[in-house]
C-alpha cells in the first residue's frame, strides 16, 4: 500500500510539472502574477489529471476501443489528449484548446512512461537483491 501511494505522489508531482511545461509550450489563458499561487493551481490540475487517468480513462479506452483498433492504437492519443483537457477544464484558471491538449496529452505520456520505466526498473534491482 505504501509504494502504491508513493507512486500515486511521484506521478502528482510529474504531471504537475508537465501540465506546467506543456501549458507554458502550448497554453492560453493562464497568467502567472505570483509564482506561489502558480505553483497551487498546477498542483490542483496535476491532481485532478491523475486522478481522472486512474478512474475514467480505462472507461474511455473501453468505449472507444473499435476506434483504437481500427487506427492501430493511435487514437490513444486523442484519448490521452481528451483526459488532459477536462483535466484543464475542471482546474481554475487554466485554458487550452483541444489539439493543444493533444499535443500536451503526448508530453504527459512520455512523463508516465519514464516514470514508469524508473519504477519498474527500481523493483527489478531490488528482486535481484533478495
Do not use: C
Amino acid at each position: 500500500m505504501k509504494k502504491q501511494f508513493f507512486v500515486f505522489i511521484l506521478r502528482w508531482i510529474l504531471n504537475s510539472i508537465g501540465l506546467w511545461i506543456a501549458v507554458r509550450i502550448f497554453g492560453t489563458g493562464y497568467s502567472d502574477s505570483e509564482l506561489i499561487t502558480g505553483v497551487w493551481v498546477f498542483l490542483f490540475a496535476g491532481l485532478i489529471f491523475s486522478i481522472i487517468n486512474t478512474i475514467v480513462k480505462p472507461i474511455v479506452i473501453i468505449l472507444s476501443l473499435p476506434a483504437i483498433l481500427l487506427t492501430l492504437g493511435l487514437f490513444t492519443i486523442v484519448v490521452n489528449g481528451f483526459m488532459v483537457y477536462i483535466s484543464l477544464m475542471l482546474a481554475p484558471g487554466l485554458h487550452m484548446t483541444f489539439w493543444n491538449s493533444v499535443l500536451t496529452g503526448i508530453v504527459l505520456s512520455l512523463v508516465n512512461y519514464i516514470v514508469s520505466s524508473a519504477l519498474e526498473l527500481q523493483y527489478a534491482r531490488k528482486m535481484e537483491e533478495r
